[in-house]
Structure formats: C-alpha cells, structure tokens
C-alpha cells in the first residue's frame, strides 16, 4: 500500500479501441482513481476482465492481469485472492459477460463473499459482436437479430445479487467521474464482495440508454433518506422499475470476508521446500 500512488500510474501504454464516447473510458478512469485512493499500486493489484468491449480494460490498465475466458472472470478472480490474499483483486466484465453465460458464477461469487470487487459495464447490449440483445436489454428494444424485442423482461442483476446474499451492492454512472470513483471506491473498502453495476453507455449501438436518458432517469441515493444497511429499503429500491438509482443500495457492516471465516492467509507461492507430509502417499492412492 502507498499513498504517494495516483490514479494515472495505472495507465498503461497502450491506447484504448474503444468508440469514441463509449461509456467504458469513464468506467476504467473511476476504476483508476478508486484503487489510486485506497492505496494500492500497481504492484499489489490484479485486474481480471472477461470477454467483450469491458474485456479489453485489462490491457489499458497498468497493473497484474488476465483476460480470461467468457464469463469466467470471477472464479479466475476467486482463484487470484485465494492463491494470494494480499492482492488487491478487482474483476471486470460487462452485462452480457456477466449476466447471461456467467450468471452461474455471478450468483456463487456473491454467496461466497470473497473480499474482492467486481465492476460490470452494462450498456444493455452486447457491443462487440455489433449489437445484439443483452440480458440487461429492454423487453421491447429491437435489434437486427431482436426485430420485434426480446419479448422477456430484463434480468435485474441487483435482485439477483440480494437474494445470493450479497454484502455490498451498488450502482454507478461512468459519466459522473466523481460519485462513480467514489462507488467504487466504498466497494473496495468493503470487507468482502463489492459488486458495482455501472450504466456505461454504449454510443454505437443503444440509442436508447443514452447518456442524456441517464443524466434525466437517474436518482442519488446520496440526495434521499436511504439507509444502505437496511435490506428492506434496498429490496424496494433493486425491486423499483420506474427509477435508475445510483449510490450504495445495500452493504452489510458486519460482513466478514470468505479468506476471514476460513482461515486463508499467506500467499501460496511462498511453498516450503518438499511436498507436504502424507501428500506423495495420496497421490499414489490415485494416481
């Protein structure tokens, strides 16, 4: 950790392909500027990222990384902290990475609470196989391959991160650089699963999430009397379909971390010279 680290030292020198305007710039800034006030360094921090427009983020960052495989990014992301719980370990995806093929995971990395944090880009479509219905897309939007919509509501990533036990469930904005950075910088700080879902405009292929539709629809939780502890409240909010909310919807102070309640700790890289006592006589059993 270090407090002399600034959000640009984890820029790598690669320059991103992303569209011009697309939503992921601000996403991957915020990002930056969380773990840049929270006081890792590059050296300490592993990004993991999916497959998709989100997936290239782990190449325009500066840090340890692996683009991993679609909607696997979190048991990779798992994997990392349980081999080496003194990273800082962030996984990134978007919403069709993460909540259509790797829903599954979602829902056990949640329940799980391993401390890490999990950013999702979800522009409502899949962007970079040129615009196709997303889990998180509008019943009626309409596509070249959904001409008529998808004619089935839209998954609600919040509800469904409620309801595996989440610990920390927020929502986030990339055009707002400032409450965005903040979100997930809390998620961070949490002890246990910070999951961020970001509304990361994609200016290509939604005109209908668009950025002025956020700005108009968007309500901060920070500006009403919403109380992030109480499950209650954050039931009513996820559940609530007129109103696009950003800020913390729920976090459990008392969560206690995954590696905490069973006893991981030290890096598995740090192996003492020989195999374990007993281990050459199991590997005989089976092998």
Known sequence: MSSDVRFTDFKSDKQPTWCPGCGDFGTMNGMMKALAETGNDPDNTFIVAGIGCSGKIGTYMHSYALHGVHGR???????????????????????????SIGAGHFIHAVRRNVDMSYVVMDNRIYGLTKGQASPTSREDF???????????????????????????????FSSNAQ??????????????????????????????????????????????????????????????????????????????PFEEREGVEGSMAEIPDGAPEGAMDLVREFY
């Open 179 to 256: 409450r965005h950075a903040e979100i997930v910088q809390k998620a961070v700080e949490h002890d246990g699963f910070g999951f961020v879902n970001v509304y990361s405009p994609c200016v290509t292929f939604n005109d209908v999430d668009t950025y002025d539709y956020f700005r108009d629809a968007i309500v901060d939780l920070d500006e009403t009397d919403h109380d992030p502890s109480d499950r209650d409240q954050a039931k009513d909010k996820i559940l609530e379909s007129e109103k696009e909310y950003m800020g913390v919807l729920y976090q459990d102070e008392d969560s206690v």
């Open 73 to 99: 990014a979190l048991p990779v992301g798992i994997g990392v902290k349980m081999a080496n719980p003194d990273l800082e370990v962030m996984v990134s995806g978007g919403d069709g990475d993460g909540y």
């Open 142 to 172: 309409e596509t070249s391959t959904s001409p008529d919509g998808p004619n089935q509501p839209p998954v609600n990533p919040k509800a469904l991160a409620l309801a595996s036990g989440a610990t920390f469930i927020a929502q986030s």
